[in-house]
């Protein structure tokens, strides 16, 4: 699995999921048919994997997206402290 950093990242892995999926049925399918039932099933499981998927890849973005949350408050406190620090020395030497 590869690390998930962007919005970009997670529709590429979306996109190489279901191009291997798609290959996989074909692959599994050539040459015979599947009764109604059979096929049901099969899109079905296949319907399951995608929404663990899907539901794995939001949970890694909603992480990826905190940690940038943080990262940014983290900036900007950093921004407030060194302007504080810059008015105060304003004050000192009379600026």
Known sequence: MMD?????????LEQEF??????????????RKLTAPALIE?????????EKDIEMAAKERDLILS???????????LLAKLR??????KKQIGR
Do not use: M, P, Y
């Not at 099969?42 to 995608?50: H, P």
């Not at 940690?67 to 406190?77: P, S």
């Not at 504080?84 to 020395?89: A, F, G, M």
């Open 4 to 12: 998930i950093k962007t919005v970009q990242d997670a529709l590429k």
């Open 18 to 31: 279901n191009s291997k999926l798609t290959q996989q049925f074909e692959a599994l399918h050539k040459g």
């Open 42 to 50: 099969e899109k079905e499981k296949a319907l399951e994997r995608i």
């Open 67 to 77: 940690r940038w949350d943080q990262r940014i408050e983290q900036r900007k406190a």
């Open 84 to 89: 504080l620090e810059i008015d105060e020395l």
